[in-house]
C-alpha cells in the first residue's frame, strides 16, 4: 500500500499505550464501517511529525477503538489535517486498514478494506479497494477469500491486472510454477502504462520472488531489464530485492548501504516489505541487523492470521539459523514452518524448509536422512524448474559427500553447477559453492582448476564481495596457494571480523589451515589451528568434520579424548552462548533478549547443558566453562 497520507500522520513515541487521534470525520468513518467501541482498529507506528489540530476526536487505547468525550491535546499524538484537505471517510478508512496491516491484523484489515469498498458509490474507487482486500487476503492464505473479493469487484476475469496478480501468486507459492507465472507477469508489465503504481510494483515484486525461486539467469536477465524500464516509476525498496536477490556477489557492495539507510524506516514498512528487506539483508549478510524483528514478525502474522508472510518470515529465520551455526534451532523453525505449509496448502515453502533440513541432516553426518528429504525436494522441483530448491538439492549432495570423505563426487557435483573458473551473472548457486569446487579440487590433485576458479573470483572482486562470499574467496585462494604463501593468507581470512558469524565455514577453514600446517611439520601450531576446529565442529554436532579434526589432531601429536569416555559432552554452538551469558550472571529474560529466543528457550537450554558440564546449577558453570578451556592437549 502507498506510504501514509498527511491527512492521517500520528506518533507514539511516549504514550504507545494510549493514543487520541484527531480528525474531521473519522467518527463517521467508524460508524460507517461498523466499528464500536472496544473494537479492535489499529496500532500506530511512530512518527515524528509534530501537529497540533483541534477537532473531533477518538481514541484508540490498546489497538482498540472508543469515541473519545471530548478532545484532548496529546503532544506525542497528531493529526495532520486541515481544512479543506481532508480526503473523506474512504481515505481514512483506507489509512486504517493500512495501521492494522502494520499492526499484524490481516483479517481485520480485509473486513475494512471490504467494508469501505462496499460503501463506494465510486466504480473505480471501489475496485481499488475491493482489490487491495484481495491483496491482503493473500497474505493471510486466505486464496478462496481473495477470488471471492475479485469477484465482487468485477475482477474476477482473467484480463484484470488485480485477477493475474492473485492467479499469479497462487500459481508461484501453492504450486511452484516459475516458468509460465515469469511469462505471464513479463507480458502484463511489457505493457505497464495503464498499472496505477501501486499495482505495478506489487506485480514487479511478485516478478522478483519469481525470478528468484526460479534461478534462472536466462529468467533473471529479462527480469532485470523490466525492472530497469520501469525503474522511474517504482520505489527504491523495489530496485533494492532486485540488486541484492538476483546477483548480491556484484552487486551487494551498492545495496550494503542502502540497506542500512532502511533500517530506521522499519516501523513505517508493511510486513511483507519488512521480510522483504530483511531477505535482501541476508543475501548481503547484514541479516544481524534485522534478526530481531524477524522471530516477532512471524509470531505476530501467525496470531494475526498473515500466513503468507509468516511463513516466509519462518524460512528466512531459519536460513539465518543454519548459516549462523543455531542448527537445533533451524530444525525446529523449519519444521513448524513445514506443518503450517501442510495447513495452508503452501508448497513451495514446504520443500524449502525440507532443503534446509537436508543440509543441516548432511553436515551433521546423518547422509541416510540428508538424501531421503534431498530426494523428496527433487522429485517435486526438478519438473517445476524451481532452481533455487534444485541448487539446495546439489548442496546438499555436495555436503554428503564432503561428509563421506568422498572428495571425487564432491567435485563432480560442484561443477555440475558452474566449471571451474566460471561465475556465470545471475547465477546464485556457482558463488555458494565457490569454496566446495576449490576443496574438492585441491583434495583430487586438481590444482590448476582450483588456481583457476580463485583467480576468477578475485577477477570478479569477490574479496570485497558482502563478508561471506568474501571469506570463501579468501579461504579458497588460501587452500591453493603455495606452501610460503598459504599460512599468511589463511591467517588473513581468519582475521577477518565476519568470520565468527558462519561457524561452519570458520570451522572448515581453520581444518584445511591446521591440515596444511601439519603438512609444514608446524606441529604445535596446527594443534592450536585443529583444537578451535573440532571444538566447533563438536559443538555444532557436525560428526564427520569433528572426527576429521581429531584425527589430524592425533596425528599432529594430541591424545584425543573423546566426549563419551571422559569429561563433559559437547555443547553446542547455541548451549555455549547459553552457558556463558548465564556463568556472567544474566537471567533467562536477559539471555533470551541477547540472542533473541524465548526465556522459555534458554530454560531449556540451561536444562540440557547442566549434565553436559556436571553442574546442577548456575553457580558452577563458571568452573565447567573455565575446565574446558584448560585443557591444552586433549579435546
Known amino acids: 500500500m502507498p506510504a501514509l497520507s498527511a491527512n492521517l500522520v500520528a506518533s507514539i513515541d511516549r504514550h504507545p499505550e494510549r493514543i487520541t487521534l484527531r480528525c474531521d470525520d473519522l467518527q463517521s468513518v467508524f460508524a460507517e464501517l461498523g466499528a464500536g467501541p472496544g473494537d479492535r482498529v489499529a496500532a500506530l507506528p511512530g512518527d515524528r511529525t509534530r501537529r497540533r489540530v483541534c477537532g473531533p476526536a477518538c481514541e484508540l487505547s490498546g489497538g482498540r477503538f472508543r469515541p473519545s468525550a471530548r478532545p484532548q491535546s496529546c503532544p506525542g499524538l497528531t493529526e495532520a489535517a486541515s481544512p479543506g484537505r481532508s480526503r473523506g471517510p474512504l481515505h481514512l478508512a483506507r489509512c486504517a486498514a493500512e495501521l492494522t496491516i502494520r499492526r499484524g491484523d490481516a483479517c481485520q484489515a480485509i473486513e475494512l478494506l471490504r467494508r469501505a469498498g462496499e460503501l463506494s458509490d465510486r466504480p473505480r474507487r471501489r475496485e481499488q479497494l475491493l482489490a487491495s482486500a484481495a491483496f491482503v487476503a493473500l497474505q493471510a492464505a486466505q486464496l478462496d477469500e481473495a477470488e471471492r473479493l475479485l469477484a465482487d469487484a468485477g475482477l474476477g476475469g482473467g484480463a ?75 520505489g527504491e525498496l523495489s530496485v533494492i530485492y532486485r540488486d541484492a536477490w538476483a546477483d548480491a556477489a556484484r552487486r551487494g557492495r551498492t545495496v550494503t548501504q542502502r540497506l542500512k539507510e532502511q533500517l530506521d524506516r522499519l516501523a513505517e514498512l508493511e510486513p511483507w516489505d519488512v521480510m522483504r528487506v530483511a531477505l535482501a539483508g541476508y543475501y548481503v549478510d547484514l541479516i544481524d541487523d534485522f534478526r530481531s524483528v524477524l522471530v516477532p514478525l512471524a509470531d505476530r502474522e501467525i496470531e494475526g492470521g498473515a500466513a503468507t508472510i509468516a511463513l516466509a518470515t519462518l524460512a528466512l529465520v531459519a536460513a539465518y539459523q543454519l548459516a549462523s551455526g543455531q542448527w537445533a534451532e533451524a530444525v525446529d523453525t523449519s519444521q513448524r514452518g513445514v506443518a503450517l505449509c501442510s ?15 537436508g543440509v543441516i541432516s548432511a553436515c551433521r553426518g546423518d547422509v541416510v536422512r540428508a538424501r531421503e528429504l534431498a530426494a523428496q525436494v527433487r522429485v517435486w522441483a526438478e519438473p517445476r524448474r524451481v532452481g533455487f530448491l534444485t541448487g539446495a538439492v546439489a548442496q546438499i549432495a555436495i555436503l554428503c559427500s564432503f561428509a563421506e570423505g568422498d572428495y571425487e563426487s564432491a567435485y563432480l557435483q560442484a561443477t555440475a553447477i558452474t566449471a571451474p573458473g566460471e561465475f556465470p551473472p545471475l547465477a546464485l548457486h556457482a558463488t555458494r559453492t565457490l569454496f566446495d569446487l576449490v576443496e574438492a579440487a585441491v583434495h583430487t590433485d586438481r590444482l590448476n582448476e582450483a588456481r583457476r576458479h580463485v583467480r576468477a573470483a578475485k577477477r570478479l572482486q569477490f574479496a570485497d564481495a558482502p563478508p561471506r562470499l568474501a571469506i570463501a574467496t579468501g579461504a579458497a585462494e588460501a587452500l591453493c596457494a603455495s606452501d610460503e604463501r598459504a599460512p599468511a593468507l589463511f591467517e588473513k581470512v581468519l582475521g577477518h ?45 557436525a560428526e564427520p568434520w569433528t572426527q576429521r579434526a581429531r584425527n589430524e589432531l592425533r596425528a599432529a601429536g594430541t591424545a584425543v579424548r573423546h566426549s563419551a569416555a571422559v569429561g563433559p559432552a559437547p555443547l553446542t554452538a547455541q548451549e555455549r552462548l547459553v552457558a556463558e551469558l548465564a556463568a556472567k550472571g544474566l537471567s533467562n529474560k536477559e539471555i533470551a533478549a541477547r540472542l533473541c529466543l524465548s526465556p522459555r528457550t534458554v530454560g531449556a537450554h540451561l536444562y540440557r547443558l547442566f549434565p553436559k558440564l556436571g553442574v546442577t546449577n548456575r553457580a558452577g558453570l563458571h568452573d565447567a566453562l573455565d575446565a574446558i578451556h584448560a585443557a591444552p592437549d586433549q579435546i
Open 160 to 234: 484484470s491486472a488485480s485477477a493475474l496478480l492473485i492467479s499469479s501468486f497462487i500459481s508461484l507459492y501453492r504450486y511452484g510454477d516459475v516458468t509460465a507465472t515469469h511469462r505471464r507477469l513479463v507480458e502484463r508489465l511489457q505493457s505497464a502504462d495503464d498499472l496505477d503504481g501501486e499495482t505495478l510494483t506489487r506485480m514487479v515484486n511478485l516478478l522478483l520472488a519469481v525470478s528468484m525461486f526460479a534461478a534462472d539467469p536466462a529468467l533473471w536477465q529479462i527480469t532485470d531489464g523490466l525492472v530497469d524500464s520501469l525503474a522511474d516509476r517504482l
Open 343 to 357: 495447513q495452508h496448502h503452501y508448497e513451495l515453502f514446504g520443500y524449502q524448509l525440507r532443503g534446509y533440513l
Open 497 to 541: 571480523p565476519a568470520v565468527a558469524s558462519f561457524p561452519f565455514e570458520h570451522a572448515r577453514i581453520r581444518l584445511a589451515y591446521g591440515m596444511r600446517l601439519r603438512r609444514l611439520r608446524r606441529y604445535r601450531n596446527a594443534r592450536v589451528v585443529l583444537r578451535a576446529a573440532a571444538e566447533i565442529f563438536a559443538g555444532l554436532g
